[in-house]
């Protein structure tokens, strides 16, 4: 079993930034892939970012590439997301998702462990 707590949501302007942290639980962290997710009302869960149990790959949403990145602190049992440049389209409930698997995954089946999100709005 893994416990994911999302952080660090909350109201930003368009162009500002915000950073989310992901604090784990249970199993050994460092050993599966993680994941964010966000889901916009009256929208499917949509993929955003992944990274490897080791940190070394890393997969983006083409929404998000070059204005997100996503890291992990195995140390910590942590993984973070950074986000830059916001948009109003990026409003969402982000969640954090674990696999069990060590190699970074982009489709949802392929997740075991949710958080129970945390809201992220984004003025104009």
């Known amino acids: 079993q893994v416990q994911l707590v999302e952080s660090g949501g909350g109201l930003v302007q368009a162009g500002g930034s915000l950073r989310l942290s992901c604090a784990a639980s249970?199993?050994?962290?460092?050993?599966?892939?993680m994941g964010w997710f966000r889901q916009a009302p009256g929208k499917e869960r949509e993929f955003v970012a992944a990274?490897?149990?080791?940190?070394?790959?890393?997969d983006y949403a083409d929404s998000v590439k070059g204005r997100f990145t996503i890291s992990r602190s195995n140390s910590k049992s942590t993984v973070y997301l950074q986000m830059n440049s916001v948009k109003p389209e990026d409003t969402a409930i982000y969640y954090c998702?674990?696999?069990?698997?060590?190699?970074?995954?982009?489709?949802?089946?392929?997740?075991?462990?949710w958080g129970q999100g945390t809201q992220v709005t984004v003025s104009s």
């Open positions: 998702a674990a696999t069990v698997t060590r190699y970074l995954q982009t489709r949802r089946d392929e997740y075991g462990y």
């Open positions: 249970g199993r050994t962290f460092s050993s599966n892939a």
């Open positions: 990274i490897s149990w080791n940190g070394v790959s890393t």
